[in-house]
């Protein structure tokens, strides 16, 4: 049995042949291998008061040729004994995070190493299954979201939804609200998020399902209260004024307690809103019956027309309990409009029974907040520049053109 020490061993080894043949013939075992790939990780693991920073990197830059041409099982083994590594050289820890998902997925999702920088560069050089590891990180901020969201890709996006550790920008949530108008499953989780404002949900309404708009009423549709007791003094003054500020008119239109436009009623022909309706449901629902109703119900003909026009009934419940109809005028409207009221089983049709239950479960005051935002946001911002992004089917920007100028860019280029 030899007793020569590992040192001596080590100095009695023949010299290895860097000759194109020695290489070829002298690769080492796959055993070999694994435990030199072993030895470097666990170098690389050591703490940093035990190894300069430099001694660290070498060993990283020796490891990282190594794994170029390693089986997926001793790259994955790697990736593994890294992961939770502060000080693991980062360079090994990017090209691991663009590895095969088995081995990737390792980093991507438990790294505490990787830079926000070192996510958005991984993130737009892999495949959609290494962004769906990256969208289920505990925490994600805004701007790597932003780059998962440009992608657009259903199961990454849904899972940041989900993700409670994830931070939303408003370029991301404008961007996800835009898709939602064609699947729905994001309407449902944009009205979970606590980033999601009341001109998202209440813009998202007008594409929303039965149950999405029952749960963006019950959200967005809240009392302004505060509002209104806080600008109370203002309206006297803004009337001394001769309402002489367009931006300020449209505000305190926004906030007033008042639904009804008494102004409105004194040129009309009908003696109140609810004859209005009444002519609408005997002689059917006619432009100019709708614009007399728009205007004395407190809102733009184009807000009633998008009101009357939509499909189900729950934004007709908005516009009968906002100016305080009685439930008997959902029905008068849907009659005015020929909708059937019942199916061919004889049973009540689904869309009006909705339109009543909307109507039963929301207060006046919120339904006012609701009715309110739609008039202003629908209709406050049309400008010619404005109009012509619709007609291009295209969004302007909320940072040059306003929210409402987005609402109906969003709202009235969803035709379909």
């Known amino acids: 049995m030899s007793t020569a020490s590992p040192q001596l061993e080590y100095m009695q080894a023949p010299a290895l042949e860097l000759t194109q043949e020695a290489t070829v013939q002298s690769q080492p075992a796959n055993s070999v291998r694994r435990s030199l790939a072993k030895r470097l990780s666990d170098v690389i693991c050591i703490p940093a008061s035990q190894l300069s920073p430099q001694e660290r990197h070498m ?37 691991l995070a663009k590895d095969e998902i088995e081995v990737a997925k390792h980093v991507l999702e438990n790294s505490k190493s990787l830079t926000d920088s070192d996510l958005i560069q991984i993130a737009r050089r892999v495949k959609t299954e290494h962004r769906h590891m990256i969208a289920q990180r505990r925490h994600i901020s805004d701007a790597v979201v932003d780059v998962l969201a440009e992608f657009n890709e259903e199961a990454v996006v849904e899972t940041l939804l989900k993700n409670k550790g994830a931070n939303f920008s408003e370029t991301a949530l404008q961007r996800i609200l835009t898709v939602s108008r064609q699947h729905q499953p994001y309407v449902k989780l944009l009205i979970q998020r606590e980033e999601t404002r009341p001109s998202h949900g209440l813009t998202m309404f007008w594409w929303a399902d039965a149950s999405n708009r029952k749960a963006i009423l019950h959200r967005f549709g809240v009392s302004r209260a505060v509002l209104q007791q806080t600008c109370a003094d203002l309206y006297p003054q803004a009337s001394a004024e001769g309402w002489n500020d367009p931006a300020a008119r449209q505000a305190l239109q926004f906030i007033e307690r008042r639904q009804r436009n008494r102004a409105a009623l004194a040129q009309s022909k009908y003696a109140s809103l609810e004859e209005a309706i009444d002519d609408a449901e005997q002689v059917g629902m006619s432009r100019e019956i709708a614009d007399e109703i728009s205007y004395i119900a407190g809102i733009k003909p184009a807000t009633g027309a998008q009101i009357l026009s939509d499909k189900s009934g729950e934004a007709l419940a908005i516009l009968c309990k906002a100016p305080g109809l009685r439930r008997k005028h959902i029905k008068k409207l849907w009659r005015a409009l020929r909708r059937p009221e019942t199916m061919h089983d004889g049973t009540i049709n689904s869309l009006l029974e909705e339109a009543i239950k909307a109507y039963d479960e929301i207060s006046t005051d919120n339904a006012q907040t609701v009715l309110r935002y739609w008039n202003w946001s629908l209709t406050s911002s049309l400008t010619p520049e404005v109009l012509q992004y619709i007609k291009r089917g295209v969004v302007p920007g909320e940072e040059e053109f306003g929210a409402a100028a987005v609402t109906a860019a969003l709202v009235f280029g969803n035709r379909n």
């Open 59 to 95: 060993a990283g830059d020796v490891l990282v040729e190594m794994l170029r041409n390693a089986d997926l099982e001793l790259r994955a083994s790697v990736a593994k004994r890294l992961v939770m590594l502060n000080e693991a050289p980062r360079t090994i820890l990017i090209i």
